[in-house]
T-cell receptor, first 113, second 115 residues
C-alpha cells in the first residue's frame, strides 16, 4: 500500500528537549512538506523540500529544522528554541507537475510540558 | 501574498439535506488550483475535490460539487444528500501554478450533521 507514515502518533517531551518527528513516504514523490496545525488557525507551512538534499523555510520555520537525505524521508526536529511547540504536525507529499494534490500522513500530536 | 478566507467557523445540516461552505481567496495569479480537504475526527486530511482555475466548468465528485467564480475569487463547496460521515472540518486551499507547490489554507469550517 502506498502512502505516508508518521510516527509516533502521540509524543510527549519535557521543555528544553529537542524532539524529532518521522515522516516516510513510498509514493515516489519528489516534494515533501511539514505543516503545523493549531486550533482555529488551519495549517501553516514549516518547511518544504522539492528534491533530495535541498529544503526551504516555510512561513513558521523558527525553532524547527529538517533534513532530506533520502527521497522517502523528511524528518522534522522541534528544537528547544521553538517557543510554543505543542501542536499537531502533519507531513505531506506530492508529485511534480499538474494539479499535484498533496497527500497527507496521519499526523503526530506533540505535547511539551 | 495569497490568502484564503473561510468566514463560517461552523455550519450545521440535517441528514439528506444540502449545505454550502464558503471560501474566498486573494491572488494576483491567473493560473492556479483550488482544493477542498476534509479532516474527520481521526485528523487525517482527505482531498475532497479540486478545481483548475483555467477550467470554466465546476468540478463535481459524487455528492460534492463546487461553485467556482473566478472573477469574484470565490470557491464554495456544496454537499448534497448530507450523511453523518460528512461531519468534519473542511479546509479550502489554494496553490499557485507553475512553480513551487505550496498550499495556502483557510482556517476551516466545522460541519455538524444531525440525524
Amino acid at each position: 500500500d502506498g502512502g505516508i507514515t508518521q510516527s509516533p502518533k502521540y509524543l510527549f517531551r519535557k521543555e528544553g528537549q529537542n524532539v524529532t518527528l518521522s515522516c516516510e513516504q513510498n509514493l515516489n514523490h519528489d516534494a515533501m512538506y511539514w505543516y503545523r496545525q493549531d486550533p482555529g488557525q488551519g495549517l501553516r507551512l514549516i518547511y518544504y523540500s522539492q528534491i533530495v538534499n535541498d529544503f526551504q523555510k516555510g512561513d513558521i520555520a523558527e525553532g524547527y529544522s529538517v533534513s532530506r537525505e533520502k527521497k522517502e524521508s523528511f524528518p522534522l526536529t522541534v528544537t528547544s528554541a521553538q517557543k510554543n511547540p505543542t501542536a499537531f504536525y502533519l507531513c505531506a507529499s506530492n508529485a511534480r507537475g499538474g494539479p499535484a494534490e498533496q497527500y497527507f500522513g496521519p499526523g503526530t500530536r506533540l505535547t511539551v510540558t | 501574498a495569497q490568502t484564503v478566507t473561510q468566514s463560517q467557523p461552523e455550519m450545521s445540516v440535517q441528514e439528506a439535506e444540502t449545505v454550502t461552505l464558503s471560501c474566498t481567496y486573494d491572488t494576483s495569479e491567473s493560473d492556479y488550483y483550488l482544493f477542498w480537504y476534509k479532516q474527520p475526527p481521526s485528523r487525517q486530511m482527505i482531498l475532497v475535490i479540486r478545481q483548475e482555475a483555467y477550467k470554466q466548468q465546476n468540478a463535481t465528485e459524487n455528492r460534492f460539487s463546487v461553485n467556482f467564480q473566478k472573477a469574484a475569487k470565490s470557491f464554495s463547496l456544496k454537499i448534497s444528500d448530507s450523511q453523518l460521515g460528512d461531519a468534519a472540518m473542511y479546509f479550502c486551499a489554494y496553490r499557485a501554478q507553475p512553480g513551487f507547490q505550496k498550499l495556502v489554507f483557510g482556517t476551516g469550517t466545522r460541519l455538524l450533521v444531525s440525524p
